[in-house]
Nanobody, 115 residues
Framework: QVQLEESGGGLVQAGGSLRLSCAVS????????MGWYRQAPGKQREPVAL???????NYADSVKGRFTISRDSAKSTIDLQMNSLKPEDTAVYYCRVLQIGASSWGQGTQVTVSS
């Protein structure tokens, strides 16, 4: 079973940057994709940045050019560098690992961007 723990959220002014990190522990095998989702108040959870099993990244249109996802196999982390943050990026950010037959979520970390 995979355990995920996010860190790095916080309060930042518009135009600022934050780096989120997801510590991954447990058995990582048969991964379909992994990455970051977010859920703003009153809205559905949505994918933000994902890495497929072949290592290729995919981004939501709203974050392209501003966010970068990376995986550090040595540290067992999935990181999300967020630049040029906007108030509409305010949400709880969740890390997820989707495997064949299993889906794991972290507890989430709050990101608040003030205008």
């Amino acid at each position: 079973q995979v355990q995920l723990e996010e860190s790095g959220g916080g309060l930042v002014q518009a135009g600022g940057s934050l780096r989120l990190s997801c510590a991954v522990s447990g058995s990582i095998s048969r991964v379909i994709r992994m990455g970051w989702y977010r859920q703003a108040p009153g809205k559905q959870r949505e994918p933000v940045a994902l890495i497929s099993s072949d290592g290729s990244p995919n981004y939501a249109d709203s974050v392209k050019g501003r966010f970068t996802i990376s995986r550090d196999s040595a540290k067992s982390t999935i990181d999300l560098q967020m630049n040029s943050l906007k108030p509409e990026d305010t949400a709880v950010y969740y890390c997820r690992v989707l495997q064949i037959g299993a889906s794991s979520w972290g507890q989430g970390t709050q990101v608040t961007v003030s205008s």
